[in-house]
DNA sequence: CCCTAAACGAGACGGTACGTCTTGTCTTTTG
DNA sequence: CAAAAGACAAGACGTACCGTCTCGTTTAGGG
């Protein structure tokens, strides 16, 4: 979904104009997804149009129809080339400090970013369209759980946790809660909950440690 | 949001024409209500129209506005009156039985029912329209939030838990992963998975009883 | 072509409302025709668009799709309500005053009404649509054929000129040289032109009266 | 309108140059008007597309535009390219076959000929634009005009009509009603019809050599 | 047993946005 | 330096729904 995404995720310098002899405007493209981002923030996801789209970047509609075939291709497109590196987990050396801190940061992202509203409007999207939702997780989920997995993984290398663990079953265990809350409940999801949610699990662990966790 | 779903939670026999004389047509209202439902399922959010909606159902398009304000509240009013019984937790005496069929229950609804599909969709739109997610939650999320606490109040009152439990926070890490499989990974949510966040949590409480988990 | 326009040839007072329950919205008909007729004298064919009409008119565009297909309809439409009456060959009891009255007034029409102006961007069409074209014969050409015999055939009545006649071509050789300056030519069409032409004929009329032309 | 139309009138011999270098592709321009007439004949006057043309002549948009303003621009210097030639009046040495071997010939221009079928679309659009009507004239009406009169020039020469005619009003009633049947009634032109015209013009101009129409 | 007032079907209306098409301009590369 | 390729701004096309409205019909109390 969206042919020219390839561009928000790689750098292909001097790669231009095959059977073509210019290829397409940056500056046209950068517009488009800048004047999808700004609607969605003033107006909301059902505030965004095609048609405003291409008014606000002041581009002809079919400039857009021509790199991307429906708003949440443009949306999905602006999401990737903004909010990529947002959300990499730091590495302290230490696997408590490194889960609290990439925990609270997924839930600031949630909650008070502009790239937050837009993946929020695009998760919901994903709801009513399995193709999109396929993109979404091929274009930024799967990546996304990677990172969150960082943080396991390397407590695993130093010895902290045991290897065999299931990580994407304890993954959804620390991230689960924090969507749970963002998507469906609306309570907060202020650094106590999200710490707590790093307590559990690592006192879970530490009784792995004498054994119990990594048979299951 | 939905001026009539009072309607769809309660009988009301002989309440009926005040001013008016003889009150709405029951048969039109169920006729919106399935001809909502069926074509969410046919052709998908973004296939349901009101204009669809009232000529499926063989009604007037006035007559859905004059009851329902948006396409949404008409999916919400058919949602709640078929799935609201859906996900009361059983009563086995035991908590361990209890929290795993209602998980395993949550994942089959969300998986597997129309009904389901009718609620992912309606969670997905939730995320566009802060009004219609506050009536969402007010009108299902709430209540059945009150149902997912049942098991674990009534293990308190068993003296299988102890009091001073931070319940709501419990529940999101059990029901949290399970929404989270299904709203953003689309990973399978078989019986092993959900089985395996009860026990962690029974694990976990059982440590509680020792004395950890009350204190923080 | 144009469903409507039965309306423009005949009263029809209270017939409304059979299917339907109100009909169709008398001002928007009337502010639609007038809006395509001033566009055509503003801007010429070309200038005339459905999207310019119903802004024009303060319509939908879908009102006027509902009631005519193209915008040539509109202009037909348009065209046969407000030029219909306009060339009733006068009747003198002389066929000489009648023919030099009825075909001046043809050249005064087709070079200086704006219903000319719209007869003559329809006549123009046509040759690029026959569908259109057998459209306009159909509501109006044929009409206008029978007007412009109306002087002859009171003539034979009256005994002025021979039973006997081919009348259509007799017309054509009075009416043909008219619309030829008009269409194609650009020469322009004086009274002493129209009125030569009708010298010619009755010159050739009275000859006939001595027996040649009848004997064709 | 049409720069290039002097091509199609004058030789330019030996002056050829592959695809490129300099001056311009004679065989993309002739490419391009046989498009043009192609998809005329094909679908008709709107069917004829400047992008169109272009694809079907292999050529790109631009050389045509390089070339031509409009779509009409092209058709006009295709008709007159392949049309020039065919309606020059026979010199039988006689008024009478002449005129009737020219209108007859006229009258299978118009209704049976592929350039004819160009002429009428262009007749068409003239009516829609007066820039092009003018260009029209000066390309081909004009010089047509002439042809036509060559038979009464011939015959006042030969002394067969009298001098001090009004020759312009004298073809009008002769052309003029062939254009009408074709441009605006659909009847056939037969040879009975342009025979007729023919007789009644002869007999006019015989009573015209004892006097009476030359003293109008 | 009408009388009355609502709810109803039907569907026209003014609108907005859709996704497609063609126009005429432009930029770049190739031969 | 013309021609091929094709992206671009502009704007009309015809369609689908939106939400409002006005009709005339149906229906079930209350007078």
């Excluded at 609607?39 to 002041?58: D, H, Q, S, W």
């Excluded at 407590?155 to 663990?165: K, Y």
């Excluded at 710490?195 to 699990?201: P, Q, T």
Aim: aromatic share 6%.
């Amino acid at each position: 979904m969206g042919r020219a995404n390839t561009a928000a995720a790689g750098p292909e310098p001097a790669e231009r104009h095959h059977g073509n002899r210019h290829g397409r405007s940056e500056q046209a493209r950068q517009a488009v997804l800048e004047a999808a981002d700004d609607l969605l923030v003033e107006k909301g996801f059902t505030g965004v149009t095609i048609e405003g789209i291409a008014a606000r970047a002041g581009v002809a509609k079919q400039t857009v129809y021509r790199w991307w075939k429906t708003k949440t291709d443009v949306l999905l497109d602006a999401f990737l080339q903004d909010a990529a590196k947002a959300l990499n987990p730091p590495d302290h050396g230490d696997l408590g400090p490194d889960l609290r801190a990439h925990l609270r940061q997924l839930a600031l992202f949630l909650t008070r970013s502009d790239a937050g509203a837009v993946f929020k409007a695009l998760i919901g999207y994903a709801q009513h369209d399995p193709a999109f939702a396929a993109a979404l997780r091929a274009g930024y989920l799967d990546e996304q759980r990677r990172r969150d997995l960082l943080p396991l993984e390397r407590a695993v290398e130093r010895g902290q946790l045991p290897a065999g663990l299931d990580m994407a079953a304890e993954i959804d265990q620390l991230v689960g809660p924090v969507y749970h809350r963002v998507l469906m409940t609306a309570e907060p999801v202020d650094q106590a909950f999200t710490d707590r949610l790093v307590e559990v699990f690592l006192h879970r662990a530490d009784v792995a440690d004498a054994g119990e966790i990594g048979s299951r």
